[in-house]
């Protein structure tokens, strides 16, 4: 999938194929956890955004401040450097889309693509 590109002009198809790819990667070194401290604050996003049902300044906000909380993650464990910086293109392609309501929807498809690939592929626990 091409991340240069906003993300709203991502299909399905892709989305699909980037996460098995991503997630198998992520499996070999990253624990379950690291993941799913991130995914714990998108959830929050995503709750916020299931309100009003389209993307306003707070959501943008709290979706470029995942950055901050990526690059602690990563400077913690060198293993996470990876997630991070594909996390980073994800969001940075949600910020650059024309329709960042199907944006949104995307990352969330693709955030949880990687959860479910992670574990398909034996994401260690600890």
Same mark, same amino acid.
């Given at each position: 999938?091409? +991340?240069? %590109? !906003? &993300?709203?002009?991502? @299909? $399905?198809?892709?989305?699909?194929?980037?996460?098995?790819?991503?997630?198998?990667?992520?499996?070999?070194?990253?624990?379950?956890?690291?993941?799913?401290?991130?995914?714990?604050?998108?959830?929050?996003?995503?709750?916020n955004?299931?309100?009003?049902?389209?993307?306003?300044?707070?959501?943008?906000?709290?979706?470029? +401040?995942? %950055? !901050? &909380?990526?690059?602690? @993650? $990563?400077?913690?464990?060198?293993?996470?450097?990876?997630?991070?910086?594909?996390?980073?293109?994800?969001?940075?392609?949600?910020?650059?889309?024309?329709?960042?309501?199907?944006?949104?929807?995307?990352?969330?498809?693709?955030?949880?693509?990687?959860?479910?690939?992670?574990?398909f592929?034996g994401?260690?626990?600890?």
């Amino acid at each position: 999938m091409d +991340l240069s %590109k !906003p &993300l709203d002009k991502a @299909s $399905a198809q892709e989305i699909n194929s980037y996460c098995d790819k991503k997630g198998k990667e992520f499996a070999i070194n990253i624990k379950t956890n690291q993941i799913r401290n991130v995914f714990s604050k998108i959830t929050s996003i995503r709750n916020n955004y299931s309100i009003k049902r389209e993307v306003n300044e707070k959501i943008e906000r709290d979706l470029i +401040l995942l %950055k !901050p &909380l990526l690059a602690y @993650s $990563a400077g913690r464990k060198a293993e996470v450097k990876n997630f991070q910086q594909e996390m980073n293109k994800v969001i940075d392609a949600v910020i650059n889309s024309t329709d960042k309501n199907l944006a949104l929807q995307n990352f969330f498809a693709i955030v949880e693509g990687f959860v479910a690939y992670h574990k398909f592929y034996g994401g260690r626990d600890n």
